[in-house]
């Protein structure tokens, strides 16, 4: 049958060469080659895990954020706002000029949140607690500052002399 379709059987070989090798050395390079795509998939899998790990551990710092208004509602330029732990370990940052902020890469804990401008009175916050990876806002409302300054001026001529200068003017 084979011998009336003989473009048959050119074609049965062509799409289906047979290695003429011997058996075992079939198999020693089918192995070579199934050993190198499993290492080079153990290799990249281990690469994924690192990078994913370090870049699960950028995200674990903690965020605080909001705004600082003054008594109408408006933002305040500039405010400090201050972050402190009960460790003593303390980050600082300064309103936009909207009156937000931002303080990123804190520490799951709890903190003392404390905000300062010129002619404003002070405010601050206590019992802070922040998850890991948590992020929360606060906002502050300042009051109009009570303390009032007071300057004395006393002018007069007496702490200067009129005297006659050696080219006939006066001092």
Known sequence: ??????????????????NRKQPSEVILKHSFASAWTRLSALVF???VLFLAATLHGQAIGSTLNGVVLD???KGVYPATVSVKNGSGAAKTTKTDATGHYSIEGL?????SLTVTANGFAVASR???TLGAGQ???I????????????ITVNAGIDSVAAQAAPSGGFI
């Open 1 to 18: 049958m084979w011998k009336e379709f003989p473009s048959a059987l050119i074609w049965l070989r062509k799409k289906f060469s047979f």
């Open 126 to 128: 206590t019992g802070v």
């Open 45 to 47: 899998s281990c690469l």
């Open 135 to 137: 992020t929360q806002q």
């Open 71 to 73: 008594e109408q509602g």
């Open 139 to 150: 906002t502050f409302t300042l009051s109009i500052s009570s303390v009032a300054e007071q």
């Open 107 to 111: 520490p799951a804990g709890t903190y």
